[in-house]
């Protein structure tokens, strides 16, 4: 099983419909991350938690909210889908103890709102 | 609002060329560099990480570090088909890794047989 998991890998919703993304993860990590991706744009944050208490906003929080359900568990959710909100979601998470390793990122989700 | 440029390309490269990977950025408190692979569709990987200014290598791969002209780059010796993909460049403002890393957009690089 892969360390960090997304579900949907694929979904298309449409305009106004509310959407939740998953993320569960096995690396026993406090931090998680969503970020999104588009075509030129890299990846930009939407949302963070550096523990279950914890919830910040990223760069481009507006139109998303998250929960943090439990240490292995941070979910995105669009409470009314609209089109400029199609791109592949990433989740990530991170170790404050580990200097050298980065963020490990889920498999990605691909959304798509018509 | 802190920022990390690179250029988008594509850099092409001939197999077995050196590719070169250029990024600049702009916090001078950053103190962690990254450099992430991604193939089309897949998520990003770490390749590299550096924390000290000059250089550091593994296998084919060399990151170089100048902090006073707050400059990270790549070096991809002996290139081959599998590294085409886009390179990340991330910086992070904390001597932790887990601090917020800000990403540039990427630079897609080619290998050309």
């Known amino acids: ?114 | 609002q802190k920022e990390v440029e690179q250029n988008s390309g594509p850099l092409s490269v001939p197999e077995g060329a050196i590719a070169s990977l250029n990024c600049t950025y702009s916090d001078r408190g950053s103190q962690s560099f990254f450099w992430y692979r991604q193939y089309s569709g897949k998520s990003p990987e770490l390749i590299m990480s550096i924390y000290s200014n000059g250089d550091k290598e593994d296998g084919r791969f060399t990151a170089q570090l100048n902090k006073a002209s707050q400059y990270v780059s790549l070096l991809i010796r002996d290139s081959q088909p599998s590294d085409s993909a886009t390179y990340l460049c991330a910086a992070s403002p904390g001597y932790s890794s887990a601090s917020k890393i800000i990403f540039g957009s990427g630079t897609r690089l080619s290998i050309r047989p």
């Open chain 1, 1 to 114: 099983d892969a360390d960090v998991t997304q579900t949907p890998r694929n979904r298309i919703t449409k305009t106004g419909k509310r959407i939740m993304l998953e993320c569960s993860q096995t690396k026993g990590h406090d931090r998680m991350y969503w970020y999104r991706q588009d075509p030129g744009l890299g990846l930009r944050l939407i949302y963070y938690s550096f523990d279950v208490k914890d919830i910040n906003k990223g760069e481009i929080s507006d139109g998303y909210s998250v929960s943090r359900q439990a240490q292995a568990k941070f979910s995105l959710s669009l409470e009314s889908a609209i089109p400029n909100q199609t791109a592949l979601y990433f989740c990530a998470t991170s170790d404050p103890r580990d200097r050298w390793n980065g963020y490990t990122f889920g498999s990605g989700t691909r959304l798509t709102v018509v």
